[in-house]
C-alpha cells in the first residue's frame, strides 16, 4: 500500500521559514510527479509546487518556496521562507504517475496523498 508521510509542520511566526519534507512508499519514486497542496478552514485545496520533469509553482509562493526532491530517499520537500499569515493550512504532498502534464495544479490528477501536516503563521 502506498503512504506518503509529511513532516515539518508548526507555528512560527510571520517572516520565519520552515522545510516540510513527504516520504513515500513508491517503488519507482523518481518515475512519479510530486505535488505540494494547502488548504486552508474553509476553503479548496490549492496547489502550491509540483516536481517532475519541470518545476513549478503558484504565483503566491513563487520566489519564497522551494521544491525539490532526493530520489534516493524517496521524499519530496518543500522550503518555506518569508512565511506570511495567509500561508496558514494543512499541506499535503501528492504523486501522480506522470512527470509531465500540463494539468500539475489540478488535484484531480494525482493518485496518492498524505495526510497532510499544519502550518500556521502568526502575524
Known amino acids: 500500500q502506498v503512504q506518503l508521510v509529511e513532516s515539518g509542520g508548526g507555528l512560527v511566526q510571520a517572516g520565519s521559514s520552515l522545510r516540510l519534507s513527504c516520504a513515500a512508499s513508491?517503488?519507482?519514486?523518481?518515475?512519479?510527479?510530486m505535488g505540494w497542496f494547502r488548504q486552508a478552514p474553509g476553503k479548496e485545496r490549492d496547489f502550491v509546487a509540483f516536481?517532475?520533469?519541470?518545476?513549478y509553482y503558484a504565483d503566491s509562493v513563487k520566489g519564497r518556496f522551494t521544491i525539490s526532491r532526493d530520489n534516493a530517499k524517496n521524499t519530496v520537500y518543500l522550503q518555506m521562507n518569508s512565511l506570511k499569515p495567509e500561508d496558514t493550512a494543512v499541506y499535503y504532498c501528492?504523486?501522480?504517475?506522470?512527470?509531465?502534464?500540463?494539468?500539475?495544479?489540478?488535484?484531480?490528477?494525482?493518485?496518492?496523498w498524505g495526510q497532510g501536516t499544519q502550518v500556521t503563521v502568526s502575524s
Open positions: 501528492a504523486a501522480r504517475m506522470n512527470l509531465y502534464s500540463a494539468s500539475y495544479y489540478s488535484p484531480h490528477m494525482y493518485n496518492y
Open positions: 513508491l517503488r519507482t519514486f523518481s518515475n512519479y510527479g
Open positions: 516536481s517532475g520533469g519541470v518545476t
